[in-house]
């Protein structure tokens, strides 16, 4: 805000722009473990539950996943076509659909009044997240027992499993929707498990170097 103000002339200096800047790391470090995940499917209700199995299946965004009509999905070839209008970077693009997804897809069932995927209750499209939907979110939470976890964590778990499926960042990313090599590295959460995984090559000796 002060920049801002800085560049329009509002103030001549910014008096605080001398002292060093605390960072602050913002990169969320939540996934799911294979039991919270299961535990959290058996407490959501129906609608709900199927929101969950797509976020986690396709780490697709929320709003892109609430803003899904039937005609994007392609259920014979397993892919979800977005259009580049509910995508975050407004770039269209296809989104590959596991086994999982695909069953979950299919066994809703299509209403006349709408062409929404995900439907409340009371067959009401859900396009948005509402706060009803929120609060049936956190309650869902804490009846299976997990603190800590926002919806979005969905989308770091589904990069996080990606990468260690050994998928080339290319791919997941084409998947995801993520520009940058930056920003799929800032969703894929690295702990101890995948340092095990860590290879070396033995020191240079002189030796070698003949």
């Known amino acids: 805000m002060l920049n801002r103000a800085l560049s329009y002339e509002f103030i001549s200096n910014i008096p605080i722009s001398r002292y060093p800047t605390m960072r602050v790391d913002n990169v969320r470090k939540r996934v799911f473990e294979k039991a919270e995940y299961l535990r959290l499917l058996e407490e959501c209700p129906l609608w709900l539950r199927r929101i969950v199995i797509m976020a986690h299946g396709t780490g697709m965004r929320q709003v892109e996943i609430l803003k899904l009509k039937w005609s994007d999905v392609d259920l014979k070839t ?11 970077t407004d770039v269209a693009r296809s989104v590959r659909l596991l086994h999982e997804v695909v069953t979950m897809l299919s066994d809703i069932p299509r209403v006349v009044h709408t062409q929404q995927v995900f439907l409340s209750v009371n067959s009401q499209p859900i396009s948005y997240w509402t706060t009803y939907v929120q609060k049936v979110w956190k309650r869902s939470l804490e009846k299976a027992g997990i603190k800590g976890a926002c919806f979005h964590d ?26 940058t090599d ?20 033995p020191l240079v000796t002189t030796q070698d170097q003949k």
Do not use: C, P, W
Not at 185 to 195: M, P, V
């Open 78 to 88: 397993g892919f979800v076509r977005l259009k580049a209008a509910i995508t975050k």
């Open 154 to 179: 969905l989308r770091h778990d589904f990069v996080t499993r990606a990468m260690r499926g050994g998928n080339a960042s290319h791919i997941v990313m084409k998947q995801v929707g993520h520009k």
């Open 182 to 201: 930056s920003m799929l590295r800032r969703y894929q959460l690295i702990d101890e498990r995948d340092l095990l995984e860590l290879r070396i090559n």
